[in-house]
Each structure stands twice: as C-alpha cells, then as structure tokens.
C-alpha cells in the first residue's frame, strides 16, 4: 500500500520511488518557500525525479490529475518563480536529484550537464579539464544549471561573456505534453529552422522543463588583474570603464560598482577578516577583473597607466591592485556579500534594473533624490555590473524604522524606481526575471503587443497552462 | 485613375505611392529571381514602402487580399528564400527604400538601423562613430540588415564575435496582422519575459517583417595581423587553430581554411592583381586574421612565434604576413572572391554543414571519398570557418561533364554528404538557412517533434500563412 493517499502522490511514488515524492510537511517546507521568506507556499508533493525520463513521465502524470508544475532548481531566485503557490493544489518538480556531469569536451570548448548541477560544480567540471565556464554569481555554490537557464542568469562577468543565454548552446526540455525535445547539440552555427532553445531560456519556467543544457567553454585566464578603487561618483565610474576597455580591450570581464552605504553594511557583518580596502570613507568603490588569455602577453602596466591617469584625471581618487589570488578572492568576497549583509540588516526592498551605460550616473541621481522625498533616512544600497548598465539598486529602512513600516512603502519606492527606470527606457528586470514579484510592474510596463504575443506563445506550447501558471504571465492567459 | 488593373496592386500604390508599385515585367525581373538564376519567379506585384507605417499597411492590405507576402532585401541569399514562387500570386516586399540608419551611439557601443541598410554601409555608420560593426560577409556589398536578421547570417568573424543574432539587441518588426512590435533597445540585460526578438532571427521571413534592428557595437581594432599559411591537410589546421588560441586568445578574429581547387579557381578567373601568396602547389591554405582592440599590446610577435612553433610541428609548411593593410585586402579578397570564381566555372552544387570543430578533418575525409566513388572525376571546392565548424564544401562538374549532367547528379550528391552530416551530428545548414532548396532534407533531418514545434509557433504568429509560406516550413502547415 502506497504511503500516499492522494492519488497523484501514488502515481508519482510509481514512477520515481516512494522515496523521492514528498509530502510530510516537515519534508516539504524547504522546497515551498524562497530564501528571502517573502513567498511561503503549500505543495500538493514535492517530486524528486532521477532523469529526464522520469520528468517526462511526472509531468504527463501531473497533466493527467490537473495539476500544476512548478519546476525548482537551487530556490534561490529573487521573484517568486520557483516555488508553489499557498493553495496546495502545485506539484514542485526539484531537479535536485539531476545533477550529472554529462560531458565536458575541451577540444570543441563545449559542456552538456544535467539541469540539477550547480553552478559551481559546472565551473569545477569545466576548469578540470583546462576549460572556463565563466557563468559566476552570488549564489553559485547552490543556484543550478536549470535555474540559470530559465531565469537568463547574468552575474559577474556579462560584460565579457555575456549572460546564460550566450553561453548556451543547446537545450534538452520536456514538453507539456511529456515530450522530451532533444536540442542538445555543441554546434556553433545551425540555421536550420526556428532556434527553438531560445523560447526556453530566460522563460522561468513557464513552457518546459530544462533538463539539461550544452553550454560554450572558453580558454582559462592565464593572467588576472583585480584591482578596487575609490571613486568620486557613477559617472567616474562609467568614465573609468570607457578609459579602462579603451586601454585593455575586451580584457575587462567584470566591473562593479558599490555604494558606502553597501561596503558598510558588508563591513557591519563582516565574514572572516573582512576590512576596507582603502582608507577614507569614499562614496563609490569599483571591483574590476582584466583578465588575459595569452600566455604571451601580460595586461598588468597597461591596467596600471590606465588606473594612474583615471587619477590624474580626477576619475579614481585611490586604487589597489590585488597582490594574489587570495587578495583577488578577498576583494571579491566583500562584493559578493552584500545581498547576505543587507538580509542581516532587516527587510529590504530590492531593483534590479537597468539603463544604457551612459544613463546609469542619471538614474541614479534621479532615483536617489525620489526616494529621499519619498521615505525620508531611507539606506540606498546600490551595486551593481557597470558594464551592462545594470544595477541593483537596494534599498534598507532608516535607522528609526520597523520592518512593517517599510513594508509598507515598499509600493511607493517601486513605483518611484519604475517610473524613472521607464523614462530612461530601462528595464524593470535586468537579470532576476518577473515570477510573482515583478509580474505588476512588468504587466504596467511592458508593451500590451509584446505580452499578448508572449501569450500566445504561451498558448501553443503549454495551451492548459500546466507549468508554472500565475508567473510570468498573469493566470488568466491559461484560458484563452 | 491607377495603372493597376489588379485591385491590390491599387491599393498598394495608394499606401506607399504610384512609383513605388511594380507590375511590368521588366520592372519587376530584378525582384524574381535569385542571383545563382535557380529560382525563376513571378510576381503578382513588387512593392517598395518608405518605411515602417507603410509597410505595417502594406502588410494589412496584403492579408485583406489573401495575398502571400515575401520580404526581401538584397536577395543575396542562397536557399530561394526571398523570390516569389513562379504562381505570380504572391507579392514581394522589398525593403530597398528603408536604409536609413537612425542613431549611432559611441558612448554605450549600439547602432539602430533600418532593413534596407546594406551590411557595409552598417559598417560604415560605425566606422564613421570610431566603432566596429563586426558582420563580414563576402556579399556585404549588397546583403541588407533585415536579410542578415532573417537568416542570422554568419560570415567570416562569428569566431570571435558570434552571429547576427549574437550581435543584435532590439528589433522592430511587422506582424501578420499588420501591427507594429516595437523591441528596439539597447538594453545589455532584459530579463522582462521571453525574448521575443529570437523569433524572429533566423526565421527567413516567416514571422513577420524585420523592419529595424539595433545592433552591438565594438571597441574597433587597433592593430590587425593577417596572415596566409598553408598546411598540409584540414587536420593541420584545426591544429594550428588550437594552438594559435593558445598563443594569442580570443584575438583570433578569423580563420578560414581554403582548399587547393578553390585557390585554383579563384586564380583563373582572377581580379586586378590577384597571385598565390605562397609558392609550391600546398593542397590547402590558412587565412587568419589575429586583431587587438588595446593599444597597448600588439600581438605581431605573438602570432610569429606561434606559425613558427606550428611550421616545426609540422602543422604549417609556409607562411607569409600582410605587411601592409593592402596586402590584407589581397589576402582577403582572394578568399572572398571564391563563390564568384566557382559561378564562372559554370554549375555548382553547394553545402553550407557544419560539425563540431575536431570533426571537421573526419567530415572532409569521409565526404571526399564518398563524392569521388559517386561521380568521378568530381572538383571539390572546399573553404569555410573552420573556428565555426562551418564548412562552404561545394561541387564543380568534372572536366567532361555537362552543366545539364551535374545537374542530374546533385540530389545524390546532397544526399551522401547530408548522411555524412547526420551521422557526426552535424547541421546541413550552418548559416545560409533552409528556403527552399533544402526544405526537404531539413524535414529529412530535423526531428519531428522540433518540426512540430515550429510549426506551432508558426500558427500561432502568423495563422493564416501570409509570411513566405512554403519557406523554410512545408505549405501544407498553413492550413491546421
């Protein structure tokens, strides 16, 4: 007799095993809420298949009882798009369990992986075999391939090898009808027909299940410069970008920008011997990677003319240059705290927006000054990928200030940072995608054409709305 | 009253003006037919918008007619994708009056152009800001922006730079309906739901009507070395490609593999000036371009090292540098001058496949021999982006053979090879796409569940077929 006594649990149990089909509340709770705890949610089962097999198998029992799928990689999205509603009608379909190594071919520079690896473990895979997977973000230790695909990751290093959808080749997917469509393939140039990945990549889940991705791989950086510098202000920094790629071409593979007010929160909650790198108490700090793939060239004097004429020309007041790949790894860390220091600090209130680059020092100013109007003493956590005009332009509460009442204007600084981000014609979501979270905004935002075509895409893929309905798209596109 | 007799062609005129509507025959000659004269049409009628609201009409005039619609550009393609079928009832689109480019912007590297632009006055337009338009093609002269989008054409530095669709930010097209999507940006990231501007690369027109793009721009070269090598087979080459990487990066902006025949083509036929740049009779040649955007590295030294490590392995037997931007041109356009050459030598038979890279010397090897036992006596011209895995691996009749001969050989001849394509898991269209000429080894090769997916997306846009029906997907799916 089957554990389950609901008839879709039992018929999961059947094609996965009674172990991998969760239903205990006990057993459920971490796959049915996000990380940032805004999204508490109920599963009908919580279904842990072993292969892309049996996901086809799950998903045609799934469309069979009714019942929704909500796919989940690593949860650790930032909108709402992996995990299940509060009904308790949603089956989470964790790819937990797929996480192989499928092939890693340095000849060809290419790396097919199960939806279920994390992104480090694709960077480890990689880097065993001589290769670079250069797809680096916060999360990578628990974010997955899947995860990254369906949400069109960016990260770190964009400005040189751009975001998940241009490093990904090919695609394994399984359909709403519990169809496998096989579109891996190492291929650098196929035009034979519609690309049919793309539909898949950057979706969040809403047309297929990505069960494995075929991803680029490039040759390791032999050299690495990271260096920190402080600078006046956002234009400096986009001044100090334009003069650097001027000096050292496309070698610049990250450059970020991080406001004080970012650096202390990180210098408030530090991680193990965490300290400022420069002294002085500047406004604007930039993290900058220049990376170098000859073995016969060497990057080094040129980013330093570049950096001692940034401060002759009044772009960078001071600058360090990392000593070692520990000193590089401790510049990195301070950056990649942020979004955990600013958890510790309270609730707060997230963008993740972009502009042209030459817009950013624009934005900025604007938003700043809204929401200084708006909520006065509110914290403008601001960091962010320069090079991709992309920004994420945090907020925290002010000193005197609780947690509900900053929940409550959370609304109103949305709506701010929004209408500034579209007079500037930006994006409301650079990198993070829409779920739940965004879904208002992008519904205002977004061309009513470009959404009824995304709609009816929508219909011909998935026409009864099985995968991940409500995000996205509003739910009532399913019934049309 | 109208010189048209036919009630659309009326209407037409009455959108975009008398002048702009053609129906005589010696006007309309140019519009149908393509360039390679495989593909004789008739058109019911060529219209020629001035831009997008008109074509938005014409489009809507066309759909209240029932008249199929084929945009074209340059009609540079080579798969009889862009000409009117020879009913007389379709109408063509050119686009040839929408060249205007509408905003070059140095500052965040993106250019917006209209369809009808040319691929060298794009280059052009950038050069003119201090930027790079990286798509080369041997057809830039003539091949438009809308043509290059619709076939995500490839061309001679996708090695370092990628494809049209690599290269392209925002698109504006036209749909069935006759509305007016607008995804133009310059936006880097925009995680804002799917990315609807992939449909439509690629998509031979079959979609809707790209009517403007906006396009990536690049730090322009400071520094560019070119050089001609030749080795002794196509293993060799994917040899000194690998090693070459290794030496200089991702400054190996292209790299081209020329076979022996082709060379000898060209030089029967030869432009102003143009000579062997190596003596000796090699059976294959090497172009590669290694350029540097910093200005303050070169890569001369570098390259030289490398070709002279690969002449002591073996993988080169000779070498020659440009010494000169004139010299590189020379290089250049012996390459470029292939497809040309091999007209004059009367018909040809053509292959655009690509395979992973390391299987290219294997696909060469393999193809030959089963191309020789079929039809004896059979030139082979073999040239293409070996950094691709993209190979242009065509066929010249035999001395004795009539054009009518080889003819009647070619469906056998794109048989053996596609076979041999398939079974490396290769694509039998790299980059010149489907059209018609190769719709039926597609629907051979594609697996049906990727077909059946297109076709969906194809209803889904464009219902009642008006976009190039019978292009690329089967007519017949028009109709469910």
């Known amino acids: 007799m089957s554990l389950h006594s609901d008839s879709l649990a039992a018929a999961l149990a059947a094609i996965v095993g009674e172990p991998y089909v969760l239903t205990a509340a006990g057993d459920v709770a971490r796959y049915c809420g996000d990380w940032r705890g805004r999204y508490p949610g109920a599963a009908r089962a919580v279904v842990r298949p072993a292969d892309t097999r049996e996901v086809a198998r799950v998903v045609a029992a799934c469309a069979a009882h009714g019942a929704a799928v909500v796919p989940q990689g690593g949860n650790t999205g930032l909108v709402g798009g992996s995990t299940p509603d509060d009904s308790g009608t949603e089956v989470v379909l964790s790819l937990d369990r797929m996480n192989r190594v499928r092939r890693v071919d340095p000849l060809d520079n290419s790396m097919t992986l199960e939806a279920g690896c994390t992104v480090q ?6 880097a065993a075999q001589g290769r670079l997977f250069p797809l680096a973000l916060a999360s990578q230790g628990t974010a997955t391939i899947g995860g990254v695909v369906s949400t069109n990751a960016g990260g770190e290093q964009v400005v040189r090898y751009g975001n998940t959808r241009d490093l990904t080749l090919g695609l394994e997917v399984v359909l709403a009808d519990g169809s496998v469509l096989d579109l891996l393939t190492p291929l650098r140039k196929d035009n034979t027909g519609y690309d049919l990945k793309q539909l898949f990549i950057g979706a969040e889940g809403t047309l297929g299940i990505v069960t494995a991705a075929t991803f680029k791989l490039f040759s390791p950086p032999r050299k690495v410069v990271t260096a920190w510098a402080s600078v006046p202000d956002p234009q400096a920094a986009v001044g100090l970008l334009a003069s650097l790629t001027g000096a050292v071409g496309e070698r610049v593979t990250a450059f970020e920008l991080i406001n004080r007010e970012a650096l202390d929160q990180v210098l408030a909650h530090p991680l193990d011997g965490m300290r400022d790198p420069l002294a002085g108490g500047y406004p604007w700090a930039v993290l900058m990677e220049i990376s170098e793939t000859s073995s016969a060239m060497d990057p080094t004097s040129a980013v330093e003319a570049a950096l001692e004429a940034a401060m002759e020309g009044g772009l960078v007041t001071d600058a360090v240059l990392a000593a070692s790949g520990r000193q590089a790894e401790e510049l990195w860390a301070l950056r990649d705290h942020v979004p955990e220091a600013q958890r510790l600090q309270g609730y707060s209130i997230k963008h993740d927006i972009s502009v042209s680059v030459s817009r950013i020092p624009d934005f900025i100013a604007r938003a700043d000054a809204a929401l200084a109007a708006a909520v006065p003493g509110i914290r403008l956590v601001c960091f962010g990928h320069v090079g991709d005009g992309n920004l994420h332009y945090n907020q925290s509460r002010s000193a005197g200030m609780s947690d509900e009442a ?75």
Chains 1, 2 share one sequence.
């Not at 779920?435 to 026409?463: E, N, T, W």
């Open 121 to 126: 473990a694709a960077q480890e895979a990689a």
């Open 406 to 480: 900053f929940r409550a204007v959370e609304e109103e600084v949305h709506a701010r940072v929004h209408a500034i981000v579209a007079k500037l014609q930006g994006s409301i979501s650079a990198e993070h995608g829409i779920g739940r979270l965004k879904q208002a905004a992008f519904l205002q935002y977004k061309p009513a054409l470009a959404v009824s075509l995304m709609q009816r895409i929508k219909h011909a893929l998935d026409p009864a709305s099985l995968f991940n309905p409500g995000r996205l798209l509003p739910r009532s596109t399913s019934s049309n």
